[in-house]
């Protein structure tokens, strides 16, 4: 009994001394990141230009597909869901509006940021990784390079860039979809839906899911490239960088995404 209890006090020790280290080492990581970044923006031509666009055509056009037929299954969904329940108090009229706003406001960005995580985050993390286990990192700090300009900056400005335009894409593929179960389902015409959608869902909506894809594309790419980072030294390490990747970037996402529900809501409390 007393054997076990100090086993357990041992395990809880290391978690939290693990804890402590991970995040001391992710603090550490994000001060190296914004030196990073400034340097870049005090001077452009030390911006990898090449591997920007192609981290660009990387986190957009090549995850499209799979961005609008997610987005477009959630619209399906959504309006199947919403549809069933207020057609039984013949408020069909607000469906649009329903649709509209859960698109903009949390799906749309949402969804986007998980299949982004999914597809980028993970590879960020497999890469860097990777030429940890393979000392290209060591060799580039022997060169007097420092890694996260050489490796970091390009993917988070792909990323801010690119994701909010996939944001976009989503948010209107989402409500296309929603459209299409309201027109085949309860027979509404097209400039029915978009008038009560123009009347029941507000602008500011679709930059507050805008402004989340933002901080969604920041997450992602900062996660990804620390978890390689803090890759081991052999090829399972690799794999439990990416995991781990995808797992923390989906956790810290939810979070982010929990704070800004209520910034906002405060927000528009504060505006009357």
């Given amino acids: 009994m007393i054997k076990k209890l100090v086993d357990r006090l041992i395990h809880c020790g290391e978690t939290i001394y693990q804890l402590k280290e991970e995040t001391v080492s992710l603090i550490a990581f994000l ?18 230009w090449k591997d920007f666009l192609f981290y660009m055509n990387n986190c957009g056009p090549d995850g499209l597909p799979i961005t609008i037929m997610i987005n477009a299954l959630m619209g399906v969904v959504l309006a199947y869901q919403a549809e069933v329940q207020s057609h039984k108090y013949g408020a069909d009229n607000f469906l649009p509006m329903v649709i509209g706003c859960t698109i903009l406001r949390e799906l749309g960005p949402l969804m986007v940021a998980i299949v982004a995580t999914g597809r980028n ?49 989503g948010d209107c593929v989402g409500c296309a979809g929603g459209y299409l179960v309201l027109s085949s389902e309860i027979g509404m015409p097209l400039d029915v ?16 899911g805008i402004l989340k894809s ?9 996660v990804g490239c620390w978890r390689g980072f803090r890759t081991g030294n052999d090829a399972i390490a690799v794999g439990r960088s990416t995991t781990s990747a995808v797992v923390i970037s ?16 405060v927000f528009y409390g504060w505006q009357g």
């Fill in 31 to 48: 001060g190296d990141m914004a030196a990073a970044i400034w340097e870049c923006i005090l001077h452009p031509k030390r911006l990898r």
């Fill in 121 to 169: 985050g993970s590879a960020f993390a497999a890469e860097i990784g990777t030429m940890k286990i393979s000392e290209e990192l060591d060799a580039l700090r022997t060169m007097g390079i420092r890694p996260a300009r050489f490796l970091v900056v390009p993917k988070m400005w792909a990323m801010l860039l690119m994701l909010p335009l996939l944001t976009v894409i």
């Fill in 193 to 208: 839906f978009l008038r009560l959608t123009r009347q029941g869902v507000a602008v500011k909506y679709f930059f507050e």
């Fill in 214 to 222: 933002f901080v969604f594309a920041g997450i992602i790419t900062t």
């Fill in 250 to 265: 989906i956790l810290f996402i939810v979070l982010a995404d929990t704070f800004l529900a209520k910034m906002f809501t």
